[in-house]
């Protein structure tokens, strides 16, 4: 049997493993659909938290809101993000996701082995199993986001 040490050693070596395969499986998808892999980042961020201002996805992102522009543009005229005017104040532009039928088409083509694998794996396990993965990932991306927020303000 395997000390708590090692498999918390394990765990964290396959949790590393899963960010950067969750990394290059983002940059893959995002090629084969004609963007970077921050500009495909940054339409899901859109997508989840819209609309939003450059600003805030600037902050969200962690990247300079000259960088976001560049991708605000680029994400524009692949038809995947319209500038509104912010009803509330006219001067304040945001963002928000159009629904590209192609694109749309491709990126669930790209996810749909993974996500009938994914499928597959949690058939096989107990409600009790995927209620206890479900709040260790909550957890898990909470406390994410709290280190990420960490990192950006250090100096």
């Known amino acids: 049997m395997k000390s708590h040490e090692k498999l918390v050693s394990e765990l964290s070596e ?5 960010g950067t395969l969750t990394v290059l499986h983002t940059n893959a998808i995002a090629n084969k659909v004609g963007l970077s892999a921050t500009e495909f980042e940054a339409f899901d961020m859109i ?3 819209q609309p939003i201002s450059a600003g805030q996805l600037s902050t969200v992102c962690g990247l300079t809101t000259g960088a976001i522009t560049g991708i605000i543009d680029r994400l ?4 995947c993000v319209k500038r509104i005017h912010d009803p509330k104040d006219r001067r304040r ?3 928000e996701p159009i629904y590209n039928q192609e694109m749309c088409e491709k990126v669930e083509m790209y996810y ?3 996500h009938q694998e994914f499928l597959r794996l949690v058939d096989s396990l107990t ?3 995927v209620d206890f993965l479900v709040d260790i ?12 927020a960490t990192i950006r303000d250090k100096e």
Not at 14 to 18: F, L, P, S, T, Y
């Open 14 to 18: 396959e949790i590393q493993r899963a």
């Open 47 to 49: 997508r989840h938290t």
């Open 76 to 79: 524009e005229r692949a038809h």
């Open 93 to 95: 532009v945001l963002v």
């Open 112 to 114: 749909q082995p993974i």
């Open 127 to 129: 409600i009790e199993q």
């Open 137 to 148: 990932h909550r957890r898990m991306n909470d406390m994410t986001e709290k280190v990420i």
